[in-house]
């Protein structure tokens, strides 16, 4: 059985507990329930959904993502059409039963506008006031996971640098005698050597160039090819401009290895990989699919491997709110989509 929402147990608590201090906080000093039951049943739902509209919507998507303009022209007419309803409940329902001289004072003075846009605020301040501090110890979560998991790899890179030097010169030393006598073995041996060169060195850094992430995952398709020879067809596709475009390294070779672990190796007859990636103006998407024969189970490795769970996990702690993930399952394909927003 799925947990509730922590989100909406939170809202329910939060709520509730404003319903009763507007009914019996307020009534105890005046012994009046029944007013005070009127103006909680009043004040509700009107200081819910500025507060709802403010946290959720105006501030995460317009103000987070630095469109002031459009969060000011929305959060001030949300607030004057609340403001008026406010008021109108008020002097038209409120007034006439409980307060009859408060109507004395017209409907739209400056005075009241204030006290009933104060009223509507304060609570909505609160609110928001619990979300941030959320917002501000999940952030100090994200990047302690951050650093535990970049001191993790750094840890597991050290163990797999067994003098490099050595390596990459016994790479040069093969690459230049197999050019004399084969030249398609020196190809390997240079694609083997820019494949590793990337691993020890090149995927320390935080973000790299997207153009060598794919340069990376050509090399390892090259390997590939040899093993799998015309069985595989494999194409690395780029629509648009993404030469300025940086990714954390490292992000999709677990992707393109389940391409090969649970479809290409396992089919009988040829198999294909594609690779696309499309630059739009405020985003960029990578598209890797595959072949597949057969349909894929329920809890096949395919769909809830480590490879996938880990790029997964690495999607929300390096591009938090601005990324998406997809996965869809065709008759005999398999398809990954991953949309990364571009910093503007």
């Known amino acids: 059985m799925q947990k509730p929402n922590r989100g909406i147990i939170f809202n329910l608590i939060f709520w509730l507990l404003y319903f009763l201090y507007e009914w019996f906080g307020l009534a105890a000093l005046s012994g009046d329930y029944r007013l005070y039951f009127v103006n909680a049943c009043m004040a509700l739902p009107l200081s819910f ?28 007419t949300v607030t004057l059409i609340l403001l008026l309803i ?6 038209y329902i409120i007034y006439p039963e409980f307060y009859p001289a408060a109507q004395k004072i017209p409907l739209l003075s400056f005075g009241k506008l204030i006290v009933e846009l104060v009223n509507l605020y304060l609570i909505a301040g609160v609110y928001a006031l619990f979300y941030f501090v959320q917002a501000w110890y999940e952030e100090k979560q994200r990047a302690q996971s951050l650093l535990q998991q970049k001191t993790m790899a750094e840890l597991e890179l050290l163990k797999s640098q067994v003098q490099p030097h050595f390596i990459f010169n016994a790479l040069n030393n093969i690459y230049s005698t197999a050019l004399k006598t084969s030249p398609e073995t020196a ?30 995952l050509k090399h390892y398709i090259e390997l590939q090819k040899n093993r799998y020879g015309s069985k595989l067809d494999a194409a690395v596709n780029i629509y648009g401009e993404i030469n300025e475009l940086y990714i954390a ?26 690779i696309d990636v499309v630059r739009q103006e405020d985003q960029f998407s990578i598209k890797i699919e595959n072949s597949v024969e057969g349909k894929i189970e329920p809890g096949d490795p395919k769909n809830d491997g480590i490879g996938i769970k880990n ?34």
Not at 67 to 76: D, G, S, V
Not at 86 to 91: K, L, Q
Not at 256 to 271: D, Y
Request: aromatic share 16%.
């Open 86 to 91: 406010r008021r109108n409940i008020n002097y």
């Open 249 to 274: 390294p490292l992000l999709l070779l677990p992707l393109v290895e389940n391409c090969f672990k649970h479809g290409i190796a396992n089919s009988i007859s040829p198999g294909w990989i594609r």
């Open 311 to 344: 790029v997964q996990q690495r999607l929300q702690l390096i591009y938090p709110d601005t990324h998406e993930w997809k996965m869809v399952e065709g008759l005999h394909s398999y398809l990954v989509i991953i949309k990364i927003m571009v910093s503007k």
């Open 187 to 216: 190809k390997l041996v240079a694609h083997l050597s820019s494949f590793l060169n990337y691993n020890l060195y090149e995927a320390k850094q935080p973000f790299v160039l997207l153009t060598s992430e794919l340069a990376y």
């Open 49 to 76: 959904i500025i507060s709802y509209l403010t946290v959720h919507v105006f501030i995460k998507k317009f103000y987070n993502k630095g469109e002031r303009l459009k969060f000011w022209f929305f959060q001030i």
